[in-house]
């Protein structure tokens, strides 16, 4: 399978990332981060725990656990028993709240443990767009529920059953079948981590074999945090879910990014393969009741309830182009674009409007139908607040 080496590879097969998605990055929290953090009931969770592991979950039970210390320190509490991430290494997050398709990423450094409470050092602050929602329908919650029930085993995994490995047990087959979205959390050869979100259609985290899973990378931002970190580290671990249920699935392992052609076919939406594809060898699959999502009951929330917290929220998208309008960056391209986001900022139903149809046409582009996007809402709901 060929494998991609190098950052050049990578922007050569993908595309430089935008200079507006890199601008819109902050050092740390303003008021809107903080607005966010203090309704996010959950949210994934990357770092190196004491014994080295590489480790993603999710973390959280009710709005705003997440405590802001001061805009360069937050602090939560990890549950009884678990796995302490060590001190001084990389710490990301992602931030969600529910009914919302945009995400609050923040990556830093742990900076004190006391006891089960961690403080982490924020080195970055900055807003994900909501295609891996949208993608995935996360927050919908009808077919939420009905993906409580568990599948049979795919067909094309019911041979790895005996085989052994990390993905030969049937549960674990069957949950990936079901997921609809994870966290993936990487570090660069600095030990600096990055966690994003993936969403897709339910079984779009792929068994190859006993051991190896693989994941699309459909057309984005081109912020290829993730491929980046890989050809420096080639440590990853993911969290993925299936909504209705509590437990999630913890994959850690090694990976590399490939555009083998012969693979990325196999991923085709309406004749349209994914741009490259994260191959993952996978040394350990834990499939784990999880506490955050039992206390949040993010599964069992109503529409009402969501669409509370959606108005205590700023508009994400707004948040973002506020963050590019703060870049410092020099030179009269970044002068240009942080002109044209302050200009958008000052119309946000417009904004909201433009971000919206550029979601529409670049799913649809991807071979996703419009439903996808709840672009036919009678009620007129923002794309990125689902």
């Known amino acids: 399978m060929r494998k991609v080496m190098t950052a050049q590879q990578i922007e050569a097969i993908v595309g430089a990332p935008i200079p507006a998605v890199r601008m819109k990055q902050i050092g740390a929290l303003d008021d809107g981060c903080r607005r966010v953090l203090a309704s996010a009931p959950i949210a994934g969770f990357g770092f190196r725990d004491e014994q080295g592991g590489w480790r993603s979950t999710f973390v959280g039970g009710a709005r705003g656990f997440a405590h802001v210390e001061s805009p360069k320190r937050v602090r939560f509490e990890l549950p009884a028993r678990h796995p302490t991430p060590a001190s001084g290494s990389g710490a990301s997050f992602v931030f969600l709240v529910p009914g919302i398709g945009e995400a609050l990423r923040l990556n830093g450094s742990v900076a004190e443990r006391r006891g089960g409470r961690i403080v982490v050092t924020v080195e970055e602050a900055f807003v994900h767009c909501a295609r891996s929602i949208l993608r995935s329908r996360l927050w919908e919650g009808p077919r939420a529920r009905a993906a409580a029930a568990e599948p049979p085993l795919p067909r094309d995994c019911a ?23 994870a966290v993936l959390s990487s570090w660069d050869a600095a030990g600096s981590g990055d966690t994003s979100p993936r969403g897709d259609f339910p079984g779009f ?3 190859l074999d006993h051991e190896t899973l693989v994941i699309p990378d459909r057309r984005g931002n081109r912020r290829t945090d993730t491929f980046h970190n890989v050809v420096t580290c080639d440590k990853v671990s993911l969290a993925a879910v299936v909504p209705g249920r509590d437990d999630v699935l913890h994959v850690s392992g090694t990976a590399h990014v490939t555009d083998e052609p012969a693979l990325l076919s196999t991923m085709a939406l309406a004749g349209k393969p994914p741009q490259a594809a994260l191959v993952i060898r996978v040394e350990r699959a ?3 009741a999880n506490e955050a999502l039992q206390r949040s009951k993010i599964w069992q929330r109503s529409a009402d309830a969501d669409a509370a917290d959606a108005g205590a929220v700023p508009d994400l998208m707004a948040l973002a182009t506020q963050h590019l309008a703060l870049n410092k960056g020099g030179g009269a391209k970044a002068a240009m674009i942080r002109l044209l986001g302050s200009g958008a900022g000052a119309f946000p139903r417009l904004l909201r409007w433009l971000i919206d149809l550029g979601y529409r046409k670049g799913l649809t582009d991807e071979g996703y139908d419009r439903g996808a996007t709840r672009a036919d809402d009678p009620e007129g709901q923002r794309e990125g607040r689902v």
Request: net charge negative; aromatic share 6%; glycine share 10%.
């Open 286 to 288: 834990e499939l784990l």
């Open 205 to 207: 985290l792929r068994i």
């Open 159 to 181: 041979r790895h059953e005996s085989e052994g490995g990390p993905l030969g047990d049937p549960s674990v087959a069957r949950f990936l079948a079901s997921s609809p979205f």
